[in-house]
């Protein structure tokens, strides 16, 4: 399995841009997680999807902040506008709700700049 | 509001030295209590802990749960260089596999 995917890798963009992350889950995986790490405040959760459905979004910071997932293979986490203090690097995990374990598994991030 | 402390904050000792990580919690519908280590890129899983007073192992790396006291230690004996990352704990709770992560401990092993 290629694991959890996440793209784009590195993104650098101006104040006021529209930003978007995308993330594939591991196939089989039910549940898609999207965090923010910053060396201020650590790994914060920021949504939670459940079957494609929003579960929690409390931790989405504010109206700038989206996220969608269309389907059981894609989701998409978008910022606009994007403003400096985003610049993080946005994780997406996914995990088997059902299953024996709460493990989640992440991908390899999306490290965001935003000038 | 659950909260997850990790402590030390970071941590500097020489190869072959042992080290315990600490993580106390308080996490409303606690289910587990799990333990990542991330290096320069993704968190990756390391030990999910349900039982009190059970001890995973995994090499040289151990760890075990107080759900009296709230409370995990993971220990890392033997350390190498390549031991040099942040660990993270989380707990887990409610049935949506949700966590809530600490700040992480950040430990570096000198050669």
């Known amino acids: 399995d290629a694991g959890v995917i996440q793209s784009p890798r590195h993104e650098v963009t101006e104040m006021g841009q529209e930003v978007t992350l995308r993330c594939k889950p591991i196939?089989?995986?039910?549940?898609l997680f999207w965090y923010r790490q910053t060396m201020m405040r650590g790994l914060e959760l920021l949504i939670y999807f459940n079957n494609n459905v929003p579960i929690d979004d409390s931790g989405m910071p504010e109206d700038r902040f989206s996220a969608k997932m269309p389907n059981a293979s894609f989701s998409t986490l978008k910022i606009q506008p994007s403003e400096p203090r985003d610049s993080a690097v946005y994780f997406c995990?996914?995990?088997?709700?059902?299953?024996?374990?709460?493990?989640?598994?992440f991908g390899p991030g999306t490290r965001l700049t935003v000038l | 509001e659950d909260k997850v402390v990790q402590s030390p904050l970071s941590l500097v000792v020489h190869e072959g030295d042992t080290v315990t990580l600490n993580c106390s919690y308080e996490v409303t519908n606690f289910r587990s209590l799990l333990w990542y280590k991330q290096e320069k890129k993704a968190p990756t899983f390391l030990f999910m802990l349900?039982?009190?007073?059970i001890e995973k192992k995994s090499g040289r790396l151990s760890s075990i749960l107080d759900k009296k006291e709230l409370f995990s230690i993971l220990n890392i004996t033997a350390t190498q260089t390549g031991d040099s990352a942040i660990y993270l704990c989380?707990?887990?709770?409610?049935?949506?596999?949700?966590?809530?992560f600490g700040g992480g401990t950040r430990l570096m092993v000198k050669p």
């Open positions: 989380a707990g887990g709770y409610n049935a949506g596999n949700m966590l809530t």
């Open positions: 196939s089989g995986h039910n549940s």
């Open positions: 349900t039982s009190s007073g």
């Open positions: 995990a996914s995990s088997f709700l059902g299953g024996p374990t709460d493990t989640q598994y």
